[in-house]
């Protein structure tokens, strides 16, 4: 796990990326995750105030807050990433991929573990928010401007605020499995199936009444 691993990684994740120097220079998700690693040792030596400046410099390149605490795992890779909040007791597993806007967040002043455990294979979309100690369990997605407030299962879809899940066993996101906006909304599809209900029933009304008139 180096640079040079991370920037084949971020090619084969995003179809807009081209170059070794424009992935090197221009991709913050990666600048913000080779500055925690950093950040992360010092904190793991106890040198919690210069950890935290550390990652104050990360956040101010970046615009990526990442505290020196978290838990990074293998294979994370943070697209755009604009705004977005990883959590002091927050764990990450391998081959996740987080969007811009996503928060791994507590949900008040409790101690200890606060934040979420996201397991490996995990892809969290644009602007979503996992908060408290909760687990999302291996292979899920989280749907964009998701509220996830309640453990997940493995192999999930989670849509909605607050967030509600799909089991979708079987189906495993892989890295060629990123499309974020094509993930189910079963709510939608209860007020469609309404919709087409009302309707058949408006038109099988108007013919009821046109056979009377007859």
């Known amino acids: 796990m180096g640079i040079v691993h991370d920037i084949r990684l971020a090619r084969e994740r995003d179809p807009a990326a081209s170059g070794f120097l ?29 950890a935290r400046l550390i990652s104050e410099v990360a956040r101010f390149l970046t615009n990526i807050e990442i505290h020196p605490g978290a838990t990074i795992g293998k294979d994370v890779f943070i697209d755009h990433g604009y705004g977005l909040v990883i959590g ?39 602007d979503a928010k996992v908060l ?39 189906e495993e996101v892989t890295t060629a499995d990123l499309h974020h906006e094509k993930i189910p909304d ?17 038109h099988e009304l108007h013919r009821i009444e046109k056979e009377s008139r007859e």
């Open 186 to 202: 079963p709510v939608s599809d209860i007020f469609h199936y309404i919709e087409r209900r009302i309707d058949k029933m408006d």
């Open 22 to 50: 424009e992935i090197l220079f221009t991709y913050p998700g990666l600048h913000a995750i080779w500055i925690h690693r950093l950040s992360h040792a010092v904190w793991k030596a106890h040198l919690r105030l210069l």
């Open 88 to 126: 002091e007791t927050a764990e990450v597993g391998d081959n996740v991929t987080l969007y811009q806007g996503v928060t791994l967040g507590g949900t008040g002043k409790e101690k200890g573990k606060r934040h979420p455990t996201v397991r490996d294979n995990v892809v969290i979309s644009a």
């Open 132 to 170: 408290g100690n909760i687990e999302i369990g291996e292979g899920s997605r989280v749907g964009a401007g998701s509220v996830v407030v309640k453990p997940v299962p493995p192999h999930s879809t989670v849509v909605g605020v607050p967030g509600h899940f799909e089991r979708c066993y079987g």
